[in-house]
């Protein structure tokens, strides 16, 4: 194996790690999440995964030789960045929506 292909293995299986963490946080927490908060949690979710979807088309080469993504890294660097700054910002509101009606509700965030 080469060592391109060692690296996107890892990078590959760090992904997967992610959605395992995310998936299994999901499971335990969802229902407990207030419907007010919702939204921005499945934004910041949307936006990290397109981020990793970017990301590893990068790595894997799959935009054309002349595409833009690969001939102007300004782009390629919105692309990639800017959908974790977004969902850098979901989730800062995810967690105050979370936290503010978990304190004003006494403990149950419902």
């Given at each position: 194996m080469?060592?391109?292909?060692?690296?996107?293995?890892?990078?590959?299986?760090?992904?997967?790690s992610?959605?395992c963490?995310?998936?299994?946080?999901?499971?335990a927490?969802?229902?407990?999440v207030?419907w007010?908060?919702?939204?921005f949690?499945?934004g910041?979710?949307?936006?990290?995964?397109?981020?990793?979807?970017?990301?590893?088309?990068?790595?894997?080469?799959?935009?054309?030789?002349w595409?833009r993504?690969?001939?102007d890294?300004?782009?390629?660097?919105?692309?990639?960045?800017?959908?974790?700054?977004?969902?850098?910002?979901?989730?800062?509101?995810?967690?105050?929506?979370?936290?503010?009606s978990?304190?004003?509700?006494?403990?149950?965030?419902?």
């Open positions: 080469t060592e391109k292909m060692q690296g996107i293995a890892v990078e590959s299986v760090v992904f997967l992610y959605a963490v995310l998936l299994g946080w999901l499971i927490y969802f229902k407990k207030g007010d908060a919702r939204p949690l499945i910041a979710i949307l936006c990290f995964a397109f981020s990793l979807a970017a990301d590893m088309a990068s790595s894997l080469k799959l935009f054309g030789r595409s993504f690969r001939t890294y300004d782009f390629q660097m919105l692309v990639e960045d800017g959908p974790k700054f977004v969902g850098v910002v979901l989730w800062s509101i995810f967690a105050w929506h979370y936290s503010r978990t304190l004003t509700s006494g403990g149950d965030a419902n």
